[in-house]
Nanobody, 118 residues
Framework: QVQLVESGGGLVQAGGSLRLSCAASGSIVSGNVAAWHRQTPGKQRELVARITNLGITNYADSVKGRFTISRDNAKNTIYLQMNSLNPDDTAVYYC????????????WGKGTLVTVSS
């Protein structure tokens, strides 16, 4: 099946920036919804950002104005640009791509850890 592989996580100082990438092994990015989620121990997985196949974006209130989701259809890659990071952004970030037409297409990456130091 299709695989999603996240990259770009790491340790960053508060106020800094990171760009996460999610590479898809198949050509599924263009025609489907792409999203980023994050999870920390003891908390439910949170939807951070989403972009539809028409380019409409949605963001969690906690990241609005700081994060930007985008995609490169030719590269089958999803991005999350994260600016003005703070320690509350520390989490494992997961890439997700799914279809609005069939539940067969619903893929998740294994996650990449983002740690923001104060």
């Amino acid at each position: 099946q299709v695989q999603l592989v996240e990259s770009g996580g790491g340790l960053v100082q508060a106020g800094g920036s990171l760009r996460l990438s999610c590479a898809a092994s198949g050509s599924i990015v263009s025609g489907n919804v792409a999203a980023w989620h994050r999870q920390t121990p003891g908390k439910q997985r949170e939807l951070v950002a989403r972009i539809t196949n028409l380019g409409i974006t949605n963001y969690a209130d906690s990241v609005k104005g700081r994060f930007t989701i985008s995609r490169d259809n030719a590269k089958n890659t999803i991005y999350l640009q994260m600016n003005s990071l703070n320690p509350d952004d520390t989490a494992v970030y997961y890439c997700n791509c799914y279809s609005t037409y069939t539940n067969v297409i619903n893929y998740w990456g294994k996650g990449t850890l983002v740690t923001v130091s104060s």
